[in-house]
């Protein structure tokens, strides 16, 4: 298992890891984002987006569940679990179908569905380290993911 622990230190650059995470992803990954309010998982996955290729503002589907997105090459599917109380309410909303989709799937509050994610996926935490500081933490879970994170620690290496 591959992890990379990073430290953010405003909103700006919480996108740009976000970013270069996205300019890695090619099709069917999973990115599932946990963390307390505020905690800026809406901010990374709006850096995912743009690193996709999405172009336009991305927010937050806390009342529809899903927004998706067109990139350059693929569909960026933004799942928010906040208003979900159930694993039955998710399977039963059909939402468990984009967890196994050829596009690029960020589910927020994404603990709500532990059970039934994938076992192969990128898990990521965000904590909040004071005012602005964001601590994060990406897990791969599979060896898909063991590259993405790779990749993501070398393209980071050279920054």
Request: with cysteine; net charge negative; aromatic share 8%.
């Amino acid at each position: 298992m591959a992890r990379v622990d990073l430290v953010s230190d405003s909103p700006q650059e919480t996108q740009e890891f976000g970013a270069s995470l996205g300019q890695l992803l090619r099709g069917g990954e999973l990115i599932c984002l946990e963390g307390e309010l505020g905690s800026g998982k809406t901010t990374f996955i709006q850096g995912i987006g743009r690193g996709l290729g999405v172009d336009g503002p991305i927010t937050s589907p806390t009342f529809t569940l899903v927004n998706e997105y067109r990139g350059e090459n693929l569909t960026f599917y933004h799942v928010d679990l906040y208003r979900v109380e159930s694993r039955r309410e998710i399977i039963a909303s059909g939402l468990d179908d984009l967890f196994f989709g050829d596009g690029v799937c960020a589910i927020e509050w994404a603990e709500k569905a532990r059970e039934i994610v994938p076992l192969e996926r990128l898990w990521v935490t965000l904590r909040h380290g004071g005012e602005r500081r964001r601590l994060i933490s990406l897990e791969a879970q599979g060896s898909t993911y063991e590259e993405i994170v790779g990749s993501f620690q070398r393209r980071l290496a050279k920054r």
